[in-house]
């Protein structure tokens, strides 16, 4: 008999397959209904080796459900031109009736600030919840669009068996897309949550009491098997390439000796978080096939100049490319 040794493995793939099972029926009926399928715009402004492999594998699942899909490449030589270019694409997209929903890759490029795409999405299409609007229904307790690897995130603790409410949470990373999110939904969930970052005095004596631990920060390793509370249930959303390999915040094998559950990556949030994209994108087009009118008459928000973290590799937050940016 051969006795398992480390954590459980927390794979996306299983759930990933249930999820877009479900896609497949939703988009036949959304089709049969308004005679033509959901239909998904996907903007690329630079090239990133990771998130292109995240938004390949994006359009690969969009037609594996019947969802149509329409990628938009933004060009420019320098931040200005690929900035403007962005805002214009993202504008015509967001007032394109038959796209249904838009994803832009990130983290978008240096010297390109995420609140040229904010101020342009529509919040209605804005399918992975970057839009002051849904992130504040987010904060508030309300239903709208989540990013997809925050809401993978919740979703595979929960298929885990972790306990969260009452539990002690560490969420490293305090991106708008990620961290930020994560943390309102455990807090949502009744976990006492702690947002850790770049400038958290001992990081690891946080880590060590935490039941969960969520791990966003975009360092590779930065969390390894001695900073963790044995029997912790750890969540990695990194993603970075070391010496040729994709790897996450987490160093998986020391981590795995101590933890009692624990994602891979590749191969953990990425394949979830996915599928739940398409979800979203499935109710975004419900939803704007019954308030498109009462949309209309809804007014931009003003702009204004953001207030963004200190550490420039938090501002976007990273993901496991099989997922999320």
């Known amino acids: 008999m051969t006795v398992q040794t480390g954590a459980r493995l927390l794979e996306g793939a299983p759930i990933a397959g249930e999820i877009r099972s479900r896609v497949a029926t939703d988009v036949a009926e959304f089709a049969a209904t308004h005679g033509r399928p959901p239909a998904l715009a996907v903007v690329v402004c630079g090239r990133s080796a990771p998130s292109m492999v995240y938004l390949e594998r994006i359009l ?4 594996s459900v019947g969802i149509d899909s329409r990628f938009v490449d933004v060009p420019g030589d320098d931040a200005a031109t690929l ?4 805002a214009a694409a993202v504008r015509e997209l967001s007032a394109d009736p038959a796209v249904s ?3 832009v890759q990130m983290p978008l490029p240096a010297g390109i600030n995420l609140r040229v795409v904010v ?3 529509d919040p209605l299409k804005d399918i992975d919840g ?3 609007l849904n992130a504040g229904l987010l904060r508030l307790g309300y239903e709208g669009f989540v990013p997809a690897t925050a809401h993978a995130a919740l979703e595979m603790l929960e298929r885990s068996g972790a306990t969260i409410p009452g539990s002690e949470a560490v969420v490293i990373g305090r991106s708008p897309v990620v961290g930020m999110p994560v943390a309102f939904m455990l807090a949502k969930a009744s976990a006492t949550v702690t947002v850790c970052h770049s400038r958290t005095r001992d990081l690891a004596a946080h880590t060590r009491r935490a039941d969960i631990v969520v791990a966003a920060a975009g360092r590779p390793g930065l969390v390894t098997g001695d900073m963790l509370k044995p029997g912790a249930v750890v969540i990695d959303v990194g993603i970075n390439v070391l010496d040729g390999k994709l790897v996450g915040d987490v160093d998986f094998e020391s981590a795995r000796a101590v933890a009692s559950a624990i994602t891979p990556v590749p191969g953990g949030v990425g394949p979830l978080t996915n599928a739940l994209l398409l979800a979203h994108l499935v109710r975004a087009a419900q939803r704007q096939a019954a308030e498109r009118p009462a949309a209309a008459a ?10 963004e973290p200190a550490d420039p590799a938090e501002r976007q937050g990273a993901a496991d490319p099989d997922g999320a940016p």
């Open 298 to 307: 809804r007014k931009p928000l003003a702009r204004s100049t953001p207030t």
């Open 60 to 63: 690969k699942a969009c037609a």
């Open 130 to 132: 970057i839009h002051p």
């Open 83 to 86: 900035g403007a270019g962005l």
């Open 101 to 103: 929903g838009i994803i």
């Open 119 to 121: 101020d342009e999405i």
